[in-house]
């Protein structure tokens, strides 16, 4: 494992025993991507030859100019002479999307740090990797890029991330990010295949396979989360790769919001692919000194097939993602009070089925919807997240004693991001909805959604939450979502702040994680969301067990889990 500096060339060789990642830095200061592929032997000058001759618009109009539009880049901006989509783009105080930022420096780093407040990959031991930090900035705009790559010393995989600040120099006015994707990669041709996770609910992580044509091609998300439509993961294929030979590209997204996963192939059928934020319905203010650290993007190669390829984001992140106890530990049978009693449950009934289960060897009991607030329909009472006192007169301690006495672990379905109209919470908290206070909201199975933006909505989903598993002993939480995000909108945030709901929203979801995952270590988290809408790698940070489908059909499950395992 090597990251080489040509200082002569100015290149970059991240090289381990798999692979290789080329980039060098241009005349004029820009990011030129090379190469991405099976491991090179050679560390001399690798320049672009594949660039196609000079035909676009020119840097500068003298002999030495050169078409940025013609060469490969690493993260292209909007506004520049590159006429493709791009990885980023800006609007500053005087209304201009010009920007172009240019290499100023770089360092190496042993091991792999940390994403502010986001999710990522991780080592145990920094001989596991080394993180190659690129700063890009434009002194103009007043912005500074930071381009993360680290690479894994047996993995043949690059995960990339960027960092965005403005300057706090005097006088610096704000920026608004209109678009900023985690990665982007060049290619020579257009000769591949692209398969994407596309689907529906019951009907999650179908491939579909196709090969690519001029223009844009690829998968996202606009529902606020991963969404059972489409997955944060692509595959570039060739045309003759199968599961077993050929060569094949993977990009994957460490995150649970909107996304874009897409290909644009230019017409000299050149490659270029992009994943991260889905820019639309997002806008980011940064105001001078403040930055804006954007989600992990992990690219992985093999030349043995797409089988060996899904094997690298297996192994990655089940070892290097998931975190915890539960990580490595054989998970524990489960039979779950939804099908057995519904909500008609009571103290009594649950150590029933408890004992009953205990008989065919099942390890943990997991109560489901039903145990809280005063509910017995899904009309009501999410949010309040005590036990309904009609039920459990005497709470939930005397369930978890009897049920950890009989050999059983105890587990509690929640569905922390949402309220119902009919609730304690809704009555004290009426302004904790999220949606635009001057329009009717959508609404699914009779609920809406609480307000992550915001602290004190994050504060106390945490201590309540905490009260009950505390108080009952729990387990194992099962965390549920079971509608989209619509008419987004935030009352506690200024008009040039909206665009930002989205993806704080997520931010908040990811701090209560955290949040309940530190302060109890020991408990098995599994992430659901109506079945399969929110697989990705983000939440397997925190929650290292998915419900894939509310689909148990035997034949249609195999397909799901079929179709999941490209990735996972």
């Known amino acids: 494992m090597t990251i080489l500096f040509d200082s002569a060339t100015r290149q970059f060789h991240l090289r381990n025993d798999a692979i290789s990642y080329v980039m060098r830095v241009l005349p004029g200061g ?14 001399g000058d690798l320049a672009d030859e594949h660039a196609a001759p000079v035909t676009g618009l020119q840097t500068h109009d003298a002999a030495d100019a050169y078409s940025l539009e013609d060469r490969h ?16 783009a800006i609007t500053d105080a005087r209304g201009s999307h010009v920007v172009r930022p240019l290499y100023a420096g770089y360092r190496i780093l042993d091991g792999k740090p940390a994403l502010e407040g986001l999710p990522s990959t991780y080592v145990e031991d920094d001989a596991e990797a080394q993180t190659l930090e690129i700063t890009l900035i ?103 790769t199968t599961e077993t030979h050929g060569a094949a590209i993977g990009a994957s997204l460490a995150y649970s919001g909107n996304f874009d996963a897409d290909v644009h192939v230019d017409s000299y059928w050149r490659t270029r692919l992009r994943i991260g934020i889905n820019p639309e319905l997002f806008r980011w203010r940064l105001e001078p000194g403040e930055s804006l650290q954007l989600p992990e993007a992990v690219l992985a190669y093999s030349s043995d097939g797409i089988g060996a390829l899904s094997r690298v984001y297996h192994s990655l992140y089940r070892t290097r993602m998931a975190r915890g106890p539960w990580r490595d530990r054989r998970r524990p049978i489960v039979v779950n009070t939804w099908e057995a009693i519904y909500m008609k449950m009571d103290e009594d009934k649950l150590v029933e089925l408890a004992s009953s289960a205990k008989d065919l060897g099942i390890e943990m009991l997991v109560i489901d919807d039903g145990w809280f607030g005063h509910r017995n329909y899904d009309d009501t009472s999410l949010g309040d997240w005590f036990p309904n006192p009609a039920k459990f007169p005497n709470g939930l301690k005397p369930v978890g004693e009897r049920v950890h006495a009989l050999g059983l672990k105890l587990g509690l379905w929640f569905e922390p991001e949402m309220i119902s109209r009919d609730s304690v919470l809704f009555e004290t908290h009426p302004d904790w909805v999220l949606g635009d206070p001057d329009v009717e909201l959508s609404v699914g199975r009779h609920q809406y959604l609480l307000d992550l933006t915001r602290p004190e909505v994050v504060d106390y989903l945490a201590g309540i939450m905490s009260k009950t598993i505390r108080a009952g002993g729990i387990d194992y939480i099962k965390w549920d979502m079971n509608r989209s995000l619509a008419e987004v909108y935030s009352p506690t945030l200024p008009a040039e702040r909206q665009g930002e709901v989205y993806h704080r929203y997520v931010l908040g979801y990811y701090d209560l994680l955290g949040r309940l995952t530190r302060d109890f270590p020991d408990m098995l988290i599994e992430s659901c969301c109506s079945g399969g809408g929110r697989v990705d790698p983000g939440v397997l940070a925190y929650a290292p067990q998915a419900w894939i489908s509310d689909d148990t059909d035997a034949m249609e499950r195999v397909k799901i889990q079929y179709g999941t395992s490209y990735a996972y």
């Open 73 to 88: 880049l690493e993260y292209p901006a909007a506004g520049s002479g590159d006429l493709n989509p791009a990885a980023l």
């Open 138 to 240: 434009d002194e103009r705009v007043g912005l500074e890029i930071q381009l993360l790559y680290t690479l894994f010393a047996d993995r043949p995989v690059i995960a990339r991330s960027a960092k965005l600040t403005a300057s706090a120099r005097q006088g610096a006015a704000p920026i608004d990010v209109d678009a900023a994707y985690s990665a982007d990669l060049d290619l020579a041709d257009g000769n591949w295949d692209l398969i994407t996770l596309g689907g529906e609910w019951g009907r999650e992580c179908a491939p579909l396979r196709a090969r690519l044509r001029l223009g844009h091609q690829g998968s996202s998300s606009l529902s606020g989360h991963t969404s059972h439509r489409a997955n944060p993961y692509l595959v570039l294929a060739r045309p003759d």
């Open 30 to 43: 820009e990011l030129s991507h090379v190469y991405f592929g099976a491991r090179l032997g050679d560390d």
